[in-house]
């Protein structure tokens, strides 16, 4: 016999709406395959009250159709074998899903719920009680891909470029001492000189991603080359300088419409300029500028650094601007080694450049200047980042970046001698603000390619390459984006209430559309983001904490030691120095680090840690619903978008709690490396283990919500 509700359904789905007057009985129409208007599915099946879920609706006959949740006409978009609608805000309990096409009518069911709803959880919900507080950008490094392509060979000196008018990225050059095939030199590297340790290979990729080789190693439409400047003008890709690895100095211009075909605008040996080594070149008021660089060659004594400047309207005729006066106080030095001259606020700027010296150690300027008309230049207030070589300086979301770069350090002002994982912007040209935190999860380069596109900042390629990832060289490409939104002081829990807030500095952004238009979640820096509770919330009969979010790659820090808080802590913090339980993120997985009863040698506490999953962290990262359950009699349970896994045993004797959202304990070391970095919509925390059913509930309400996998 057919279920009562079944035969609601089936008898409902052909029943006409003109017999319910809400059709227009003159309106006729059928389907392609002649198949009646109905709903096999609505999945998930779950829509939480404040709105915002995204359901699919299965079925047939649904091209052109209407659709109305809890008598609300809500938008559908059409998708081959049916319809992704978006739920209004609806009171809980049960909503009706009605399809309306033509003269027929078809009808389902779904639960309108909230986790909120389970007894004493404490639900964080980024669509319900943040307090904000004024508008507020972050940056995000994301890693998008471990390798550039299976035969690329690892390199620095090389530039990439975003080339909007072939609506693909280029990468020129580069500079590898390794043997071939891992290295371009035929023969044995230190055997022959000048080396044969550069290229002039040419790669294209549509999406910063996928590469593909367009010119081979050692073909013939331009010299090898290493350190040079890749800039666009006039819908062209222009080409200047390099160094002296070959033994000579790439002193040419070279231009191509397409990254293939290459024209030397400027044949070897023929520009107006003396040759050099890394120089810089830019593009201002609708001119091409190139200028300074030093030699390379001969004795380090002898080196000759250019603060000359020149200018062209077709890049073969060239005029200077500026003769070579390297101890002028009145602009620039001389000096070389920086990705090149930019354009910004109307005026030309060079930000920060060095002499290079291989055995007396490089000299640094800390210099930002500008100039109106390439002519007359203007210091600016010295910034706060350190001296450098082989950075980058871009122009991007309106603001004036300083990249990446190899600094000799300075111990007295705590500054690392080493590669930089820096980026700095300024929106003035004199007040400088840091865009990522120390052990922000990009790694630290010089000589790197980077491009720039309107959504991002991308690199690919540079002295990170050279590194040990755990496996091998570091071929690594990431994408630097902007979080934008409101800066978040508070936010309060949905079902038992409680209040966390955030200082100034620490504040989570809330992203409005963060998991699709109008699904909002919180972006945590990783470094300084984390909310507070007035005192410890317990949790004396057990416990279960759930997240679901966005959770990008984000590797250890150098020497780092996993004592008693993941790396990527959710929950945790009790007190200062040891919480007795945090949950997060570690290397990919599922981490928990418990305060075990009783001490260890010396008198320090035993610590257990449980751990689950793999692949949690992977690229800019998929939207997952995870967490354990922990019992009073010890066991620990591990979920994963719903699944179950037996994590292992943890002591119970005394009541778990936690004081802090988005990081552990705040001791001043500890404390800001297990900092949480992502997107989170929401965080649960429930007073008891739980059980799969109720998982399942949960995981198809975060499906809906967030889309969850």
């Not at 984390?530 to 410890?536: G, I, K, M, R, Y």
């Amino acid at each position: 016999m057919m279920p009562r509700s079944r035969l609601r359904l089936s008898l409902l789905a052909f029943v006409s709406p003109c017999l319910l007057g809400s059709c227009d009985p003159a309106r006729t129409c059928s389907t392609p395959d002649g198949q009646a208007t109905a709903i096999t599915e609505v999945s998930p099946a779950i829509a939480d009250p404040l709105g915002g879920s995204r359901l699919r609706i299965g079925g047939t006959g649904l091209a052109g159709a209407t659709v109305r949740i809890g008598g609300v006409p809500v938008q559908a978009e059409e998708e081959a074998g049916g319809l992704w609608v978006t739920s209004p805000p609806l009171p809980a309990g049960e909503a009706q899903v009605e399809v309306l096409r033509c003269q027929e009518r078809a009808t389902s069911t779904i639960q309108v719920w909230s986790p909120a709803e389970l007894p004493g959880a404490r639900l964080f919900d980024a669509a319900a009680g943040a307090t904000t507080a004024g508008e507020r950008v972050a940056y995000e490094w994301q890693l998008l891909a471990g390798d550039v392509h299976p035969d690329w060979r690892i390199r620095d000196g090389n530039t990439t470029t975003w080339f909007p008018a072939a609506g693909r990225f280029f990468m020129v050059g580069g500079w590898n001492g390794l043997h071939e095939p891992d290295g371009f030199s035929p023969v044995e590297p230190g055997s022959v000189h000048p080396p044969l340790n550069t290229t002039n290979e040419v790669w294209s990729s549509p999406d910063g991603v996928a590469w593909t080789l367009e010119l081979p190693h050692g073909h013939d439409r331009f010299q090898r080359r290493h350190a040079h400047n890749t800039v666009v003008w006039k819908d062209r890709l222009w080409v200047i300088g390099g160094d002296a690895h070959q033994g000579f100095d790439n002193h040419d211009v070279l231009s191509s419409a397409d990254g293939v075909d290459w024209t030397e605008e400027l044949p070897p040996g023929t520009p107006p300029w003396a040759p050099r080594s890394l120089q810089f070149t830019g593009v201002f008021d609708g001119r091409l500028w190139t200028g300074g660089g030093q030699t390379l060659i001969g004795p380090e004594a002898d080196y000759v650094f250019h603060n000359d400047l020149w200018v062209s309207d077709d890049g073969r005729a060239w005029t200077q601007v500026l003769t070579d006066a390297p101890g002028d106080p009145s602009r620039w030095p001389g000096c070389s080694a920086l990705d090149g001259l930019v354009e910004w606020k109307g005026e030309l700027w060079l930000a920060g450049c060095a002499r290079y010296y291989e055995a007396a150690g490089h000299e640094f300027f800390r210099e930002v200047w500008s100039s109106p008309d390439g002519v007359t230049w203007r210091r600016h207030a010295t910034p706060p980042w350190p001296g450098r070589i082989w950075h980058n300086v871009a122009v991007w979301d309106g603001k004036l970046w300083v990249l990446f770069g190899y600094s000799q350090g300075d111990n007295a002002l705590g500054w690392p001698r080493d590669n930089s994982k820096e980026a700095w912007y300024t929106e003035d040209g004199e007040h400088w603000t840091s865009a990522t935190w120390p052990d922000s999860p990009v790694p630290g380069s010089h000589a790197q390619g980077v491009a720039v596109t309107d959504e991002a900042i991308w690199l690919v390629g540079g002295n990170h390459n050279f590194l040990d990832a755990g496996d091998g060289p570091d071929r690594s490409i990431w994408r630097l984006q902007p979080r934008r939104g409101l800066a978040v002081s508070a936010w309060r829990s949905l079902g038992h209430p409680l209040e966390t807030t955030a200082e100034d500095a620490a504040r989570p952004i809330l992203l409005p559309d963060a998991f699709g238009q109008g699904r909002p979640g919180l972006y945590f820096d990783g470094s300084r983001s984390v909310f507070s509770l007035a005192a410890p919330d317990e949790q004396p009969d057990g416990r279960t904490v759930l997240w679901v979010g966005r959770f990008p790659h984000h590797p250890a820090p150098w020497g780092w030691e996993e004592l008693y808080a993941p790396l990527a802590s959710i929950v945790g913090g009790v007190d200062l120095v040891y919480p007795n339980c945090s949950i997060g993120l570690s290397g990919g997985r599922l981490v928990m680090i418990n305060r075990e009863a009783g001490t260890g040698g010396a008198g320090e506490p035993l610590w257990a840690r449980l751990e689950a999953g793999d692949g949690l962290q992977v690229g800019p990262g998929e939207v997952r619903l995870v967490g354990f359950s922990h019992a009073t009699d010890g066991t620990v349970t591990a979920w994963i978008d719903a699944t179950p896994t037996h994590a292992g045993v943890a002591d119970y004797s005394t009541a778990r709690s936690y004081s802090r959202l988005g990081g552990s304990q705040d001791d001043g070391y500890y404390g800001p490396n297990t900092r949480f970095q992502g997107t989170l919509g929401a965080i649960l925390i429930l007073p008891a283990a739980t059980d799969e059913a109720t998982i399942s509930r949960i995981h198809a309400w975060a499906r809906g919500r967030f889309g969850a996998r």
